[in-house]
């Protein structure tokens, strides 16, 4: 198998002779796992967030060019894409689809087998109602303002937020269900999906 | 404020999310409701951990082998039709006249092994393309593809042995096998460097779903690494497209 070049950070930006798929490649290969689960999250499906992560990548390679701050800046600008990407897809689909049952969006179990910490938090996300887990996805994991959820989404802030509290309360009953008890012995492995 | 109203935005105000009234409104309430200042402390604890452990959960996260082949192709794509069009524009600048005469179609597939296929779109127009980019972790090296009256000719170098035949796609729109023109074996040559490489088979396939397109696979002998190779395809002479050229490197 051939794998692509390993680039040194000092070598982004500053005239290496490379081509800037490779340079692209280097930076999209440290991020695209964290990108995919990312999309994972909000979409809660594999297909769409395989293809939110691929318009994201095509996206990010056309605008490449006019990336500031080199490697840095990559991760935070390739992540803005994704959610971008991500929310027009759910804006799409909340034009077509009627709202879905969540068992119809749970995601197929994560086959990575590197799912080590915090598990359980994306357990209980993983199963609440899709609205809910998007909004929560959105705020705690790309730490976004629930003004910027409500455009990104299209949908008023008091929904967000009536939203936000559901997800909340379900989180809550979720988790401590899943904490063991004082004294116990913590489970080891995941929930089947 | 009541308790009932409060614990309902008590999310919102833990996450800094509340334009400055509501949250002064609840925090004066907190400050004389012991109950929901417990339930804002544990509202805080779960906004922590759902932030940490959402976040740990996708740093961790791995692509799928099949996506990441996905988006490497996707990004040669681009990348090749942006070059395709900058060469192309530029072509129309000089010579608008020449150009507009044929129009032709040629995707290279630039890929290490059968089993990951790339599919660039297709170019519309008479293309030089890639010199000088390399294709990633990619066995060829394309320096050249050129279309001319004498057929069309594409120079590549492999940058990596995959150990297996050379085999040539050539897809080609309007000819039928069995009617009208047939395929000469002849018109397929794949020179490395000074040496002719044999060609094993030959075979001609096309699909109903394709309507008029025509499949064309040589099967080559396997070609050294960093040595030049040329393949020309002379029935493609004056051939109006499109048509697409594929070369692959089969994986031992």
């Known amino acids: 198998m051939v794998g692509i070049l390993s680039l040194p950070d000092s070598s982004i930006g500053r005239g290496w002779s490379t081509s800037a798929e490779e340079q692209f490649f280097v930076l999209l290969k ?44 990559f991760p935070a600008w390739i992540r803005r894409i994704l959610v971008n990407q991500a929310t027009q897809i759910l804006r799409h689909r909340a034009r077509v689809v009627p709202v879905e049952s969540p068992e119809a969006l749970l995601p197929e179990a994560i086959e990575d087998g590197q799912t080590p910490d915090h598990s359980d938090v994306w357990e209980a996300v993983r199963h609440l109602d899709p609205r809910y887990r998007t909004v929560v996805a959105l705020r705690f994991l790309n730490d976004m303002q629930l003004e910027d959820i409500a455009q990104a989404l299209a949908i008023p802030v008091g929904t967000v937020k ?32 | ?33 012991p109950p929901c200042t417990a339930e804002a402390e544990v509202m805080r604890g779960l906004c922590h951990r759902l932030a940490c452990g959402l976040k740990a959960w996708a740093e961790v996260g791995v692509c799928p082998p099949d996506l990441e082949d996905r988006l490497r192709s996707a990004v040669w794509a681009e990348s090749a039709a942006a070059s395709a069009a900058r060469r192309v524009r530029i072509r129309g600048w000089v010579a608008a006249a020449g150009a507009a005469a044929m129009v032709a179609c040629l995707t290279l597939i630039v890929v290490p092994a059968l089993n990951r296929s790339v599919t660039l779109p297709l170019l519309q127009g008479v293309i030089r393309g890639w010199r000088g980019q390399r294709t990633g972790p990619a066995v060829w090296y394309p320096l050249e593809a050129s279309a001319s009256r004498d057929g069309v000719t594409l120079q590549a170098v492999a940058t990596a042995f995959a150990g297996g035949e050379t085999l040539c796609r050539l897809r080609v729109r309007g000819l039928r096998p069995g009617g009208g023109e047939s395929w000469r074996q002849s018109s397929l040559v794949l020179v490395a460097g000074e040496q002719t490489v044999p060609m094993y088979a030959l075979e001609t396939e096309a699909s109903a779903a394709d309507g008029e397109w025509v499949a064309l696979k040589a099967t080559f002998g396997p070609v050294p690494v960093d040595v030049p190779i040329r393949l020309r395809v002379d029935q493609l002479a004056g051939r109006a497209g499109p048509w697409e050229l594929t070369l692959l490197q089969r994986k031992q």
């Open chain 2, 1 to 33: 404020m009541n308790c009932e109203r409060v614990r309902t935005d008590l999310a919102a105000y833990v996450a800094g999310d509340l334009p400055r009234e509501a949250r002064d409104a609840i925090a004066a309430h907190l400050h004389q409701c």
């Open chain 1, 162 to 193: 009536s939203r936000l509290h559901a997800a909340m309360k379900q989180l809550r009953r979720r988790l401590a269900q899943a904490d063991p008890p004082a004294g116990a012995e913590q489970p080891r492995g995941r929930r089947a999906p």
């Open chain 1, 30 to 73: 440290r991020e695209q796992g964290k990108l995919y689960r990312t999309a994972l999250a909000i979409l809660g499906n594999e297909a769409d967030a395989r293809d939110a992560v691929q318009e994201t990548v095509i996206r990010g390679f056309r605008a490449f060019g006019q990336l500031r701050g080199g490697a840095a800046t």
